[in-house]
T-cell receptor
């Protein structure tokens, strides 16, 4: 079946270091969404990318959607302790936008 | 105050009992979703509904049932046929093909 793989599963960084998580789909996606889930919390929407090769920035966060619409990445510049949490990508399937979630990357930031 | 609510936050049930999880939204969204989250894994889609009185199975529907009698409400019943029901259950809503808004979740433990 259709799968979305995400790496790494876990990343531990020192505050101020950069962080990147990668997302790969076995099939072409209609769009990709990114969510952040704080420990003990629920996923919160960050961004949606729709176009091939699209790049979007939100302050220290940079999101990319691959040319083939099968992969995506999230890069955080100069991490802060507030960035702690699990980052999920979610690939959209068709017009209904059923999402396939990746396994997530847990980010730990040491002050 | 618009949002999506789930109750209860924690739920304990004996093995073999059916249990119903509540999900209500006042965002006027047409689409609603139920996900299951297990430790170290992403979210897996159980059921989704795009319109009142209609719903479709997701990737792991076996042992679960839903109803959508009102736009605002999408309750999930975990039946005794679900082999491993202990998990974190998340409800979400969206406009079609849009970002998904998640409720705070219900943590179900079957004893």
């Amino acid at each position: 079946g259709q799968q979305v793989m995400q790496i790494p599963q876990y990343q531990h960084v020192q505050e101020g270091e950069d962080f990147t998580t990668y997302c790969n789909s076995s099939t072409t996606l209609s769009n990709i969404q990114w969510y952040k889930q704080r420990p003990g919390g629920h996923p919160v929407f960050l961004i949606q990318l729709v176009k091939s090769g699209e790049v979007k920035k939100q302050k220290r966060l940079t999101f990319q959607f691959g040319e083939a619409k099968k992969n995506s990445s999230l890069h955080i510049t100069a991490t802060q302790t507030t960035d702690v949490g699990t980052y999920f990508c979610a690939g959209g399937r068709g017009a209904t936008n059923k999402l396939i979630f990746g396994t997530g990357t847990l980010l730990a930031v040491q002050p | 105050d618009g949002g999506i609510t789930q109750s209860p936050k924690y739920l304990f049930r004996k093995e073999g009992q059916n249990v119903t999880l509540s999900c209500e939204q006042n965002l006027n969204h047409d689409a609603m979703y139920w996900y299951r989250q297990d430790p170290g894994q992403g979210l897996r889609l159980i059921y989704y509904s795009q319109i009142v009185n209609d719903f479709q199975k997701g990737d792991i529907a076996e042992g679960y049932s839903v109803s959508r009698e009102k736009k605002e409400s999408f309750p999930l019943t975990v039946t005794s046929a679900q082999k491993n029901p202990t998990a974190f259950y998340l409800c979400a809503s969206s406009i079609l093909a849009g970002e998904q808004f998640f409720g705070p979740g219900t943590r179900l433990t079957v004893l």
